[in-house]
């Protein structure tokens, strides 16, 4: 059979061998990182794409149980068709798979879109980028409603990539205290409002699951979202692409890099202390959230 993917080592697999080898991936960051316990309810956040697609079907297939309900989450951001068709696809793959989905949105949260709440705050003389806005939204709706239906963890999409990014950006503004946060699951800080998270994706290429989730013919729009063009992020993902081009193995190595670090950065930030937001009452390391400073500016 003609090989559909290369490892970095050389060798070349055929695609029963690659769905082989990219499950096995993530059945051993499963269980390496105790990702899951015996009796849990989980929810995975789901945008519509390839990522957390991948990530709720292969949660499904691995882990579900009679002990174990795993469920879907979405929330529309009403970004025009891009979010009409990520929640059709995810309401079809769901209806596919007989997994339970529950559906909310920033209109029920907020009372308004996303693209609505950026022109808010340009109106008022505050450019903050796309991205920075809907990340820390987004966030606060996902621990609330995943808190709100009790369930005792939360699936994110997160893949290598993602996270050698997250890496960069995290050392680039010196935020030694959010590296100590990162890893295959949430931590070391706890608050009784904040349901922790998992990423079973960790150690998956972006290329890979790409190739998993065409494989695999998952419902999925592939174009990124149409408001990344101004994205910190997308900055440190095209330096890594480069990097990546010429030295083949950079994200892994920064990512095996990290993990390596990971248990040093966690034991001297155990100490830190997540506060509740003194408007909302969510996790928050400051006085007041980054929601309610983004929604209080537009309310002001």
């Given at each position: 059979?003609?090989?559909?993917?290369?490892?970095?080592?050389?060798?070349?697999?055929?695609?029963?061998?690659?769905?082989?080898?990219?499950?096995?991936?993530?059945r051993?960051?499963?269980?390496?990182?105790?990702?899951?316990?015996?009796?849990e309810?989980?929810?995975?956040?789901?945008?519509?794409g390839?990522?957390?697609?991948?990530?709720?079907?292969?949660?499904?297939?691995?882990?579900?149980n009679?002990n174990?309900?795993?469920?879907?989450?979405h929330?529309?951001?009403s970004?025009?068709e891009?979010?009409?068709?990520?929640?059709?696809?995810i309401e079809?793959?769901?209806?596919?798979?007989g997994?339970?989905?529950?559906?909310t949105s920033?209109?029920?949260?907020?009372?308004?879109?996303?693209?609505?709440?950026?022109?808010?705050?340009?109106?008022?003389?505050?450019?903050?980028?796309?991205?920075?806005i809907?990340?820390?939204?987004?966030?606060?709706?996902?621990?609330?409603?995943?808190?709100?239906?009790k369930a005792?963890r939360?699936v994110?999409?997160?893949n290598?990539?993602?996270?050698?990014?997250t890496?960069?950006?995290?050392?680039?503004?010196?935020?030694?205290?959010?590296?100590?946060?990162?890893?295959?699951?949430?931590?070391?800080?706890?608050?009784?409002?904040?349901v922790p998270?998992i990423?079973p994706?960790?150690?998956?290429?972006?290329?890979?699951?790409?190739?998993?989730?065409?494989?695999?013919k998952?419902?999925?729009?592939?174009e990124?979202?149409?408001?990344?063009?101004?994205?910190?992020?997308?900055?440190?993902?095209?330096?890594?692409?480069?990097?990546?081009?010429?030295?083949?193995?950079t994200?892994?190595?920064?990512?095996?890099?990290?993990?390596?670090?990971?248990?040093?950065?966690k034991?001297?930030?155990?100490?830190?202390?997540?506060?509740?937001?003194?408007?909302c009452?969510?996790?928050?390391?400051?006085?007041?959230?980054?929601?309610?400073?983004?929604?209080g500016?537009?309310?002001?």
């Amino acid at each position: 059979m003609k090989p559909v993917h290369t490892l970095e080592g050389g060798e070349k697999l055929t695609k029963k061998g690659f769905l082989k080898y990219f499950e096995k991936k993530v059945r051993k960051t499963i269980r390496v990182n105790k990702l899951v316990g015996k009796r849990e309810r989980i929810l995975v956040a789901c945008s519509g794409g390839k990522d957390s697609t991948a990530a709720l079907y292969l949660m499904n297939k691995i882990v579900a149980n009679r002990n174990i309900k795993v469920e879907a989450m979405h929330v529309d951001q009403s970004i025009g068709e891009y979010s009409k068709v990520n929640r059709r696809n995810i309401e079809k793959f769901c209806s596919e798979q007989g997994i339970k989905l529950h559906v909310t949105s920033f209109r029920e949260f907020f009372g308004m879109a996303q693209c609505y709440i950026k022109d808010a705050l340009r109106d008022k003389g505050i450019n903050w980028k796309s991205c920075a806005i809907c990340g820390v939204l987004r966030r606060y709706i996902i621990n609330k409603f995943t808190r709100d239906l009790k369930a005792t963890r939360i699936v994110t999409g997160h893949n290598l990539d993602d996270e050698a990014q997250t890496t960069l950006m995290n050392l680039f503004n010196n935020r030694i205290d959010l590296l100590a946060r990162q890893g295959p699951k949430s931590g070391p800080m706890k608050h009784r409002h904040f349901v922790p998270r998992i990423k079973p994706l960790y150690m998956c290429k972006e290329e890979e699951v790409l190739l998993y989730s065409k494989l695999m013919k998952f419902p999925v729009q592939y174009e990124p979202c149409p408001c990344r063009t101004d994205s910190y992020r997308l900055s440190v993902l095209k330096l890594l692409d480069e990097f990546e081009k010429s030295n083949k193995g950079t994200k892994s190595g920064i990512v095996n890099s990290y993990l390596e670090l990971m248990p040093l950065l966690k034991k001297n930030f155990k100490k830190g202390k997540i506060n509740s937001c003194d408007k909302c009452g969510e996790p928050t390391s400051g006085e007041v959230c980054n929601s309610c400073k983004i929604l209080g500016k537009i309310w002001k």
